[in-house]
Structure formats: C-alpha cells, structure tokens
C-alpha cells in the first residue's frame, strides 16, 4: 500500500511539472504570436484520452506524419480525433505548440477545430471536435488502388480545390498578420464523408511580423515538390509560398501523381498538345473527355502552372485563385 501511495505520489507530481511548464510555454507563444488570444479550449487529463482511443490502439490511427499519429475516438458518445506525437524530441515538441497555438486561432468550416488539450504528458495531447474517418486527401489521390479510399470524380477534385483555396485565403487575409502555413500538401487534408476537405495541422505555421512583407531567415520546412524556390534559395517565406504550394496541390488533384513526379507538366499549357491529355489522371479521363470537362482541365491547368511560377510576382494571391476557382465550379452546376 505504501508502494502504491508513493507512486501514485511521483506520478501526480510528474504531471504537475509537465502542467506548469507547458502551460507557461504555450502561453508565451501565445502572447508572442497572438497577443495572448484564442478560443475557448478544454483542459483533457491523460486517463481519458487513454480511455476513449482504447489506450492509444493502432486499429484507431486515421493518419500519421513523423512526429504524431491522429487516432478516433469517442468522449460520451461524441465523436473526436485525438493527436498525440509519438517522439519527444524537442523539434516534435516545438511543433506541438505550434500547432497548439495555431488551431487554437481557427474558426473556419475547412479547418478541423480544436476543442481542447493535455497538458499533464511530456508532449501536450490535441482533441479536435469531430471524427474525419475517410482517411487523408492523398490517401484519395495516390493510394486509393491500395485502400478501401473511393478515387475523386473531376467534379469532386474541383469542389476540393475551391474549398482547400478558400482555407488559405482566410490564412493570408483573417488574421491583423498573414498566417503562412508554409507546409502545403494533399497529407495535411482530411475529408468527411461528403469529400469536405479539413485542414487539420500547423506544425510549421508562422505570422508575418509586424510591418513586414515576409518571414526572414525561416528554416527550410516543407514538402518536396510543394516548397517554394525562394524559400529554397533566400530562405524567406510570404503568403506566395503557399500560393506556390497550392499550384502544386492542383497538380497532383488534376494527374493523381505527386508533385514531385510531375515536373514535366511545368512549361506551356495547351490542351491539343498530346502530353497535356496523357498528364491528366486516367481516372479524370475515363472512357473519354467532353469538350466542357476538357476545357476545366486546361482552364485548371494554367492557373496550377501560374501559381507555380519562379517569382512569385507572377503567382496570383490565393483570393484571386478562390475566385477563378469558384467560377469555375460553378460553371458545371
């Protein structure tokens, strides 16, 4: 008995110490990034997540990345997913913060809501609001010959792409400083079952500062083939960086290869050139194209291509690709 109460002691010990120092931690940056505001978040002890995800049950992963896995679970018949990062090493905890703080800004219908987090555990726990159990929008894209994942019709890629451009512009535009997600890809998206795309991550998310155009002297993060050349080469990032990562992400909805993959697509884009045809997802094509669909195709194309573009001068800003995305969309109603 004394054993036990001496354990149960450390162990209630161990968790005030992990309570109080991220706590501190995730309100500095809180106050750094967003001058100390966010939205109501509940406080989750470490028993319950245990709990509702069947003690971390790897039946229970929707998706993972390198540092975490998002499990399902269920909290008094409500549905949640539940982020928990697997490493402890500092760059995992660092982006566990920032996401933290980042989700904790969001209200918006394409961006999965956080409704609270563990504090008690070495690395902090996230709990989004609700369960997105039809896997990722790459597991759609790439990976449904070996999954259970339905392959997108055109018409759902388009609705997709409009809805994912809406999230970013409200990133760039919603905020007294432009959010800069800085880690576009088809990975960070979950769809519903009606193919409602949900952003749900932030590792790498930054604020432009103050009376600045760009984040200076950022840390190469990123996904190959989603990362913009100056981010590359000086090291900065703006909201063109995402514009360049978006255009990438068209380019993977429209061939169903990965970004890194297609970089023959770059370059003219005229729909009689026969690679343009043969670049298109065999799934998009089917038995054949209908000159509406075809000229969607191209019409999607050239703005892929131009939000790729080396300067990003020449990218559009992400509320002009909304707009000519939802034209679009609309024009096949």
């Given at each position: 008995m004394v054993q036990f109460r001496r354990k149960e002691y450390w162990e209630k010990r161990g968790k005030t110490k992990f309570i109080v120092k991220?706590?501190?931690?995730?309100?500095?940056?809180?106050i750094t990034t967003f001058d100390g505001n966010r939205n109501p978040i509940c406080n989750f002890s470490s028993k319950e997540l245990k709990l509702v995800t069947n003690n971390y049950?790897?039946?229970?992963?929707?998706?993972?990345?390198?540092?975490?896995?998002?499990?399902?679970?269920f909290l008094l018949d409500r549905q949640i997913s539940v982020m928990k990062f697997e490493?402890?090493?500092?760059?995992?905890?660092?982006?566990?913060?920032?996401?933290?703080?980042?989700?904790?800004q969001m209200c918006h219908k394409h961006i999965l809501k956080l409704i609270g987090c563990c504090l008690e555990t070495e690395v902090p726990i996230l709990v989004f609001d609700s369960l997105v159990k039809y896997g990722t929008l790459q597991d759609h894209i790439l990976s449904h010959h070996e999954s259970h994942f339905e392959p997108l019709s055109w018409r759902q890629r388009l609705k997709?792409?409009?809805?994912?451009?809406?999230?970013?512009?409200?990133?760039?535009i919603g905020f007294p400083r432009?959010?800069?997600?800085?880690?576009?890809?088809?990975?960070?998206?979950?769809?519903?079952?009606h193919c409602v795309p949900k952003l749900f991550e932030f590792s790498h998310a930054q604020c432009i500062p103050e009376g600045e155009t760009q984040i200076k002297d950022?840390?190469?993060?990123?996904?190959?083939?989603y990362i913009a050349p100056e981010h590359i080469l000086m090291a900065v990032l703006d909201e063109k960086c995402d514009v360049y990562g978006f255009g990438s992400l068209l380019l993977e909805l429209l061939t169903g290869q990965r970004p890194s993959d297609i970089s023959k697509i770059e370059g003219t884009c005229n729909l009689f050139d026969n690679w343009f045809i043969e670049a298109v997802d065999?799934?998009?094509?089917?038995?054949?194209?209908c000159p509406e669909i075809a000229q969607q195709l191209e019409v999607c194309m050239e703005l892929a291509v131009k939000c790729r573009?080396?300067?990003?001068?020449?990218r559009p800003t992400m509320i002009d690709a909304a707009k000519q995305l939802r034209q679009l969309y609309l024009s096949t109603s």
């Amino acid at each position: 008995m004394v054993q036990f109460r001496r354990k149960e002691y450390w162990e209630k010990r161990g968790k005030t110490k992990f309570i109080v120092k991220n706590g501190e931690i995730l309100l500095e940056k809180l106050i750094t990034t967003f001058d100390g505001n966010r939205n109501p978040i509940c406080n989750f002890s470490s028993k319950e997540l245990k709990l509702v995800t069947n003690n971390y049950d790897t039946m229970n992963v929707i998706t993972e990345d390198w540092f975490f896995k998002l499990y399902k679970g269920f909290l008094l018949d409500r549905q949640i997913s539940v982020m928990k990062f697997e490493s402890k090493s500092q760059k995992a905890y660092d982006e566990c913060i920032n996401n933290i703080v980042f989700a904790s800004q969001m209200c918006h219908k394409h961006i999965l809501k956080l409704i609270g987090c563990c504090l008690e555990t070495e690395v902090p726990i996230l709990v989004f609001d609700s369960l997105v159990k039809y896997g990722t929008l790459q597991d759609h894209i790439l990976s449904h010959h070996e999954s259970h994942f339905e392959p997108l019709s055109w018409r759902q890629r388009l609705k997709i792409a409009m809805e994912i451009s809406h999230t970013f512009a409200y990133l760039h535009i919603g905020f007294p400083r432009p959010i800069v997600h800085s880690r576009m890809s088809s990975s960070q998206f979950l769809l519903d079952e009606h193919c409602v795309p949900k952003l749900f991550e932030f590792s790498h998310a930054q604020c432009i500062p103050e009376g600045e155009t760009q984040i200076k002297d950022a840390k190469i993060r990123g996904t190959q083939g989603y990362i913009a050349p100056e981010h590359i080469l000086m090291a900065v990032l703006d909201e063109k960086c995402d514009v360049y990562g978006f255009g990438s992400l068209l380019l993977e909805l429209l061939t169903g290869q990965r970004p890194s993959d297609i970089s023959k697509i770059e370059g003219t884009c005229n729909l009689f050139d026969n690679w343009f045809i043969e670049a298109v997802d065999p799934i998009i094509v089917g038995d054949g194209l209908c000159p509406e669909i075809a000229q969607q195709l191209e019409v999607c194309m050239e703005l892929a291509v131009k939000c790729r573009s080396y300067s990003g001068e020449d990218r559009p800003t992400m509320i002009d690709a909304a707009k000519q995305l939802r034209q679009l969309y609309l024009s096949t109603s």
